[in-house]
């Protein structure tokens, strides 16, 4: 397996870039912060901007834990990667992240000021440092796992006009503000939630009527209670399933939060 790396200072922009650079240097896998990602899917591993302190974080960064260097190994083999891109804030950090993940020498290092102008490095800075703005290269619903209510453009559906962006998947990219930042939460409305749970319940057959909805939060995510009325002769169980499956993808498809229970009541059935 060949190995290459994608340097610069932290905040130069590098995340942002890391798809790019990947496609014109033959890379089929990108590791950054703690992930491994590949054709746009997070293929193994969790993202250091989880952790709850800077120190952490590094450590998670460069994967200094047994645990995630097994589940990384296991997963390039897997996923037969050829050609691997790490990401690193120096050519020493780079090196670091290879040799614990014991995939060899980095034969080639990319640097982000071959790639990005200084006026284009320093605005990235400034998201980063005044806005607490972190970019992770895979769509939205691909770490929504891991960032339950940090997202803070994970609307695209809605908001089309919320920025300019390349409609391709690869292309995606989610912002975040991780666990340690001091610059607060995005919140997604509760009345945001429950339309989107009525109109793609309504969408099932053999549902005559969403009655009521209740929508509980917790601190990993939220909790779905609706009360239906059915149409009469239907599979009343596999209508329920199909109503908790169709609640619970989108609802964590479009705004990032995780839908942890989706409660069905069947109070009624209509001829």
Known sequence: MKVIAFVGPSGTGKSYRSVTVSREYGADAIIDDGLLISHGKVIAGTSAKK???KIASVKHALFMRSYQVGSIQRAIKKNNIQCLMILGTSEEMAEKIAKNLGVGKIEQFIRIEDVASREEMDMALRMRRVEGKHVI???TFEIKKEFSGYFLHPLRRFQKN???EDTTVAADKSIVRPTFSYMGDYIISDNVINEIAIYEANKIDD???VQNINLRKSGHGVHI???VTLCYGCDIPSVCRKIQDAVRDN???YTSVNARRVNILVKNLRK
């Open 137 to 139: 290269p895979v769509p």
């Open 251 to 253: 609802v964590e498809k």
């Open 51 to 53: 952790e709850d302190t």
């Open 225 to 227: 209670d609706m009360t």
């Open 207 to 209: 549902l005559d009527k």
């Open 162 to 164: 919320l920025d300019k």
